[in-house]
Structures are given as C-alpha cells and as structure tokens.
C-alpha cells in the first residue's frame, strides 16, 4: 500500500460545528504532517508528528487541534472555524529523518460557512 | 523565517516547447524537493535534491541544484499536454529537519 488516504473528500461546516478530519497510511512511515492549502497558494504547513509525538506546530491557531492515535492515523479536530479557514487540508507522511520525499494524501476540501 | 520564491509565476507554452522554473531560497538549505500538482490534484514527489551544484535527470525532466544550495531549477524538454499543473520546490534548512517549506509554484500550461 503507497497511499495516504483522507476523509471525509469534501466537507462542510459552519462556525459553531465540531469536526475531525482523518488521514491513514500504511507504507510504515514514521512523520506525519498536515498542510492547509488556499486557491493558487502553495502548502503551509501546519503540523509535524514525528514517532507520534507532535514535533513542530507552526503557531496555527487553537480552534485546529492535531492528534496522533497510532503511527498509521493522524487526526484534525475542527472547531469554532471562521470562514477563512476555508481551504483544501493536506495530509502527507515520509520516512523519518527528514531526507525523503512526502506521499500526500488527495485532501480535505473545507468550507466553513 | 524561510522564504522560497519561484518564476516564473505562471507559464504558457506551445506543446514541443522547453520549459524552466526557476527556485530561489533567502536561505541556504540543506536539500531541495520538487513535487508537481494537477490540477484538482495533490502534490506528487518528484525528486530530491541533496549535494551542492547536483544535476538529475528523469527522462525529460532535468533538475539541478545550485552551488551556494540556494537556488534550483526543473527543466522540461520538449513539454506535452501531460506536463500541465504547478511545479513547486520544497526546502528545509537543517539537515534531518522535517519542517519542509514549498516554494510559491509555477503553473504550467501546454497548448496543444
């Protein structure tokens, strides 16, 4: 298996609604990263979880809040979003080491209303 | 913080033209990536770049890595309607990091 798998694909929500994004691997990687991704701009990143511990956290803001059950899953809680938070939301993971390449996952689509 | 810029911005070409995009850090980094996005799509890995003044090659594409390891390029030889998307660079700045910063992407169009 080579694959990053997200879901849900698409998602809706208003400002008040809690949800959880989730992301899935079993190619035996031990990074796992969360990008959030605007129309036309490159990925931000957002999240590195390293040997399922939260690594790096690039002062995003406390309504998203990651989590890592296992070194398979990793999680985005979603809650009191605003409508900028609007945006297709990239899970990827790696070897460890930070010498290899990321298999992304197809996204999230996210909008808040 | 890490700052990676690309051109151009966007490019359109005739399909059997070349193509180049061109990737610049403020910083020196320790590797560079390039990965392509369909669009709709995700990023796809393409290449890593690892050593000073590197060039590599995958068929049409040639990659290179500039001596100061603060710049790099992606050549596209002879473009098909199959190299449409956008083309980033990705950099991180410590060895072994796993912070990687994408570049602002260059979309590529190819008219048949």
């Known amino acids: 298996d080579t694959e990053v798998t997200q879901t849900p694909k698409h998602l809706v929500m208003g400002m008040t609604n809690k949800k959880s994004l989730k992301c899935e691997q079993h190619?035996?990687?031990?990074?796992m990263y969360w990008y959030k991704q605007k129309a036309k701009k490159p990925p931000e990143l957002m999240f590195v979880y390293s040997y399922e511990k939260l690594s790096i956290n690039e002062s995003v803001p406390s309504r998203f809040s990651p989590e890592c059950p296992n070194s398979s899953l990793l999680n985005l809680h979603l809650h009191a979003l605003q409508p900028e938070d609007s945006a297709l939301y990239l899970c990827?993971?790696?070897?460890?080491?930070?010498?290899?390449?990321?298999?992304f996952g197809s996204g999230t689509r996210l909008t808040v209303v | 913080g890490q700052q990676v810029m690309q051109i151009p911005q966007y490019q359109h070409v005739q399909e059997g033209e070349d193509f180049t995009t061109y990737c610049n850090s403020s910083t020196t980094l320790s590797n560079i990536q390039w990965y392509k996005q369909r669009p709709g799509g995700h990023p796809v890995f393409l290449i890593q770049l690892v050593k000073s003044g590197e060039v590599k090659k995958q068929k049409r594409l040639t990659f290179q890595f500039g001596e100061a390891k603060k710049n790099s390029s992606l050549h596209i030889t002879a473009t098909q309607t199959t190299d449409v998307g956008t083309y980033f660079c990705?950099?991180?700045?410590?060895?072994?990091?796993?912070?990687?910063?994408f570049g602002t992407g260059t979309r590529l169009t190819v008219i048949p």
């Open positions: 190619m035996g990687h031990r990074a």
């Open positions: 990827a993971s790696s070897r460890d080491g930070g010498n290899y390449g990321y298999t």
């Open positions: 990705a950099g991180r700045e410590q060895t072994g990091a796993n912070n990687l910063f």
